[in-house]
């Protein structure tokens, strides 16, 4: 069935530097590819998402890149912050057949002062 | 931007009794909405999909006798977890889809969550 992997599952940078969470999905049909923040005990927040007619999207510090040829995807946050500090989660979607999102296994992402 | 509401954001209750939770598109009429389930530490899990008007499609392994679902408008889905154990306590989120989206791309919408917690 369709699948995304997503690495690292943890990832802890020193503040300032640039931090880059990747993501490999299996279904040829996903087209469209949000990423996540979830803080504790809150639901997922989209910072940022990627159609699959455009292979790279940036938003002031964050930026996502897509590979359709590989089916990779990955996520770049530059000079972090503490407050960046949070599980970051990939999720790959289609529109053919039932709307779902496929999400990844979520990246906990540390951020140190 | 596309608002999605839950209410309650966290509820405690006694083994054996319902607890219903309401998820509901504040700006935008919502034809298909999702449930999920999040355990500690772990990803967001699909449990169905829920359609305004029609039947919720049940993902493998999910009960739908003891997770009722409702979307009997275009604005509100509910999840009724019916006779609930402590192994039902989890994080309970759900996402909206635009009924005048492109089509194109599936873009969906997010609630806050609820936190459950069965005694």
């Known amino acids: 069935g369709e699948n995304v992997e997503q690495h690292p599952s943890t990832l802890s940078v020193q503040e300032g530097d640039s931090a880059v969470i990747k993501c490999t999905y299996s279904?040829?049909?996903?087209?469209?590819f949000p990423w996540y923040k979830q803080e504790l005990g809150k639901g997922p927040q989209l910072i940022i998402d990627?159609?699959?007619?455009?292979g790279e999207k940036k938003d002031q510090r964050i930026a996502v890149t897509l590979n359709k040829t590989a089916k990779h995807f990955s996520l770049h946050i530059t000079e972090t912050q503490p407050e960046d500090s949070a599980v970051y989660f990939c999720?790959?979607?289609?529109?053919?057949?039932?709307?779902?999102?496929?999400f990844g296994t979520g990246t906990r992402l540390k951020v140190l002062a | 931007g596309a608002v999605v509401s839950q209410h309650p954001s966290r509820v405690i209750c006694k083994s054996g009794t319902s607890v219903k939770i309401e998820c509901r598109s504040l700006?935008?009429?919502?034809?298909?909405m999702f449930w999920y389930r999040q355990f500690p530490k772990q990803s967001l899990m699909l449990m169905a999909t829920s359609n305004e008007g029609s039947k919720a499609t049940y993902e493998q392994g999910v009960e739908k006798d003891k997770f009722l679902i409702n979307h009997a408008s275009l604005t509100l889905s509910t999840l009724t977890v019916t006779s609930a154990h402590p192994e039902d306590s989890s994080f309970y989120i759900c996402?909206?889809?635009?009924?005048?989206?492109?089509?194109?791309?599936?873009?969906?919408?997010f609630g806050p969550g609820t936190r459950l917690t069965v005694l």
């Open positions: 996402s909206a889809r635009d009924r005048l989206s492109s089509g194109i791309y599936n873009e969906q919408f």
């Open positions: 700006d935008f009429q919502a034809t298909t």
């Open positions: 279904d040829s049909a996903s087209n469209y």
């Open positions: 990627i159609r699959s007619n455009v």
């Open positions: 999720a790959a979607s289609s529109t053919s057949g039932t709307y779902k999102y496929i």
